[in-house]
């Protein structure tokens, strides 16, 4: 059919068309860019949270040529903290009266003697108390979460198809947190995030305090 329209067209017409196409992309392109940026802003410096639901859109559909812009002024770290606390601010009470929660504990914070073995469940615990994941865990639980400690993002799509959580609870590093948010917002769940304190592949570590509190909300 485009081809059909085109056949009117003589060539320089048809470039100037497209030359046209290209502005219009480019300029919506700018015009979201400079919207996020401005939300940003805003919600960084200010404490505030601007229309919601367009830089919720925004965020879920184009960060990563947010991203991209963003590398040119800031770091990636700075730009997944600023996402990521979008994130727990937007979802904040839908998570908050969720019925179904799940918790989801990155493996690096296992001891290196972690006597745990692997399972269909993720890494099983033995509450061996080397590790802060013990306590974590029998928290969540009296709190009623489902908790699983993931060894790969795989297992949360199996978590999501399995348990169907109305809200998830996350901990990671800032790159695998925001995606893990932003994956799960897509598909709207209201989910939450903690930062681990230092990542790295092994013997991580977090705020435990804070993350037990949040827990006990
Ligand atoms: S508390 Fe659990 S996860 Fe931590 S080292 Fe012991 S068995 Fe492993």
Request: proline share 5%.
């Given at each position: 059919m485009i081809i059909t329209i085109l056949e009117g067209?003589?060539?320089?017409?048809?470039?100037?068309?497209?030359?046209?196409?290209?502005a219009i992309i480019l300029f919506l392109g700018f015009v979201v860019v400079l919207l996020a940026l401005i939300l940003g802003y805003f919600l960084v410096?200010?404490?505030?949270?601007?229309?919601?639901?367009?830089?919720?859109?925004?965020?879920?559909?184009?960060?990563?040529m947010l991203l991209r812009i963003y590398l040119l002024?800031?770091?990636?770290?700075?730009?997944?903290?600023?996402?990521i606390d979008f994130y727990n601010r937007y979802y904040q009470n839908?998570?908050?009266?969720?019925?179904?929660?799940?918790?989801?504990?990155?493996h690096c914070l296992r001891d290196l003697k972690?006597?745990?073995?692997?399972?269909?469940?993720?890494?099983?615990?033995v509450f061996c108390k080397k590790c802060p994941l013990g306590d974590i865990i029998k928290v969540a639980?009296?709190?009623?979460?489902?908790?699983?400690?993931?060894?790969?993002?795989?297992?949360?799509?199996?978590?999501?198809?399995?348990?169907?959580?109305?809200?998830?609870?996350?901990?990671?590093?800032?790159?695998?947190l925001f995606q893990g948010m932003n994956y799960l917002s897509r598909k709207n769940?209201?989910?939450q995030g903690q930062v681990l304190l230092k990542d790295g592949c092994i013997c991580t570590t977090l705020d435990l305090e804070e993350l037990l509190y949040k827990l006990k909300k």
């Open positions: 067209f003589n060539l320089s017409e048809v470039f100037e068309l497209l030359g046209i196409f290209l410096k200010r404490n505030k949270l601007l229309f919601p639901k367009l830089f919720l859109y925004i965020m879920d559909n184009f960060h990563s002024i800031g770091t990636e770290d700075t730009f997944y903290k600023m996402g839908r998570f908050d009266n969720a019925k179904r929660k799940v918790l989801i504990l990155p972690c006597p745990a073995k692997l399972g269909t469940n993720g890494i099983q615990c639980k009296d709190n009623n979460y489902y908790v699983y400690i993931v060894p790969g993002s795989t297992f949360i799509k199996r978590i999501l198809k399995e348990k169907r959580p109305d809200g998830v609870f996350g901990v990671s590093c800032y790159r695998d769940i209201a989910v």
